[in-house]
């Protein structure tokens, strides 16, 4: 049964507009789909997602849909733009609705987040990178996921108004090792969790 891993990009853009953070996503998933994972990416500003603590906020909240999503997945990403240097709205958003969720659980009782495996994709100008990564991994470990070493990839460009991602030669040694890293550090892991669950001893839902 093939890996599967999802992309949750967290752009503000809407759409088919060009997103920096999906065209840096997707050079994780080529290097998935060369090892035979099955990739998603989802846009959640393209969907009516309430605010609030809960796996489902119910009048017309598109959020549950997401979360079938998640469920299904052994590899979850989250991408993020920086804005004056921070993720956007919508990655917290996300982080909110997620936590809002590791309460239920899985046939173990262990939280519905455990065995999955996270990481993240930022895009941006100047500074924030280390700031928003270090954010959303601490958010996806503490709802229960699990994060191997190295699994932020991430750009930002020179101080001040310049060329986006899109825009460059996409050629940043750095960037493409943590590319690299991301997805060969979550597919081995995930890997491994498919044949070695974490056992449920000491981490049930209580």
Known sequence: ???????????????EDPSNTEVLAREVMDIYEDHGVETEVM???????????SDDMGDGDEFPQILEKVKAADIVLIGTPLWLGEKSSIATL???RLYGSSSLTNDKGQ????????GVVVTGNED??????????????????????????????????G????????????????????????????????EHPIPAEGNLME
């Open 163 to 194: 060329p986006s991602y899109m825009d460059t030669d996409r050629d940043n040694a750095f960037t493409k090792q943590h590319v690299k890293m991301l997805a060969y550090n979550t597919m081995h892991l995930a890997k491994m969790f498919r």
């Open 128 to 161: 924030g990178a280390k700031h928003a990564a270090q954010s959303i991994l601490y958010g996806l470990s503490h709802i229960g996921f699990t994060i191997p070493p190295n699994v932020d990839t991430y750009w930002v460009g020179d101080a001040g108004p």
């Open 43 to 53: 846009r959640l500003n393209d969907y009516n997602i309430r605010y609030g603590i």
């Open 94 to 96: 996300a982080i909110e």
């Open 1 to 15: 049964m093939k890996l599967k891993a999802l992309i949750l990009n967290t752009t503000l853009k809407y759409g």
């Open 111 to 118: 939280s519905i987040f455990y065995n999955k495996v996270g």
